[in-house]
Nanobody, 126 residues
Framework: QVSVVESGGGLVQAGDSLSLSCSAS????????MGWFRQGPGDGREFVAA????????YYGDSVKGRFTISRESAKNTVYLQMSSLKPEDTAIYYC???????????????????WGQGTQVTVSS
């Protein structure tokens, strides 16, 4: 069993920056691929960003490219999502996801993740 905990959500204004963090624990010695998804009111779950288990490849959804940056602490299962130039349409619950099993590809698909956090609310006012 892997525990996933997100933190860092909040209320900001359009144009502001905000950073989220996520830590996964429960399998000592293992490094996981990790990603962020979000779900706005009435919307489906949308891929935001992901980073592979080595930390050398990142992936981004089209709507956040150039504004969001995902990173991880070396050899640790802690990832960060730095969000800048936030827009009201970025308002959503942001979920951290962990891939323990499966290939080192397809990180943009929610089905490929094995554990999920409870989510953290990000609200961007106009």
């Amino acid at each position: 069993q892997v525990s996933v905990v997100e933190s860092g959500g909040g209320l900001v204004q359009a144009g502001d920056s905000l950073s989220l963090s996520c830590s996964a624990s429960g399998r000592p010695g293992a490094t996981f691929g990790m990603g962020w998804f979000r779900q706005g009111p009435g919307d489906g779950r949308e891929f935001v960003a992901a980073i592979n288990w080595r930390g050398d490849v990142t992936y981004y959804g089209d709507s956040v490219k150039g504004r969001f940056t995902i990173s991880r602490e070396s050899a640790k299962n802690t990832v960060y999502l730095q969000m800048s130039s936030l827009k009201p349409e970025d308002t959503a619950i942001y979920y951290c996801a962990v891939r323990v099993f499966g290939p080192d590809s397809g990180y943009d698909r929610a089905v490929g993740y094995d554990y999920w956090g409870q989510g953290t609310q990000v609200t961007v006012s106009s």
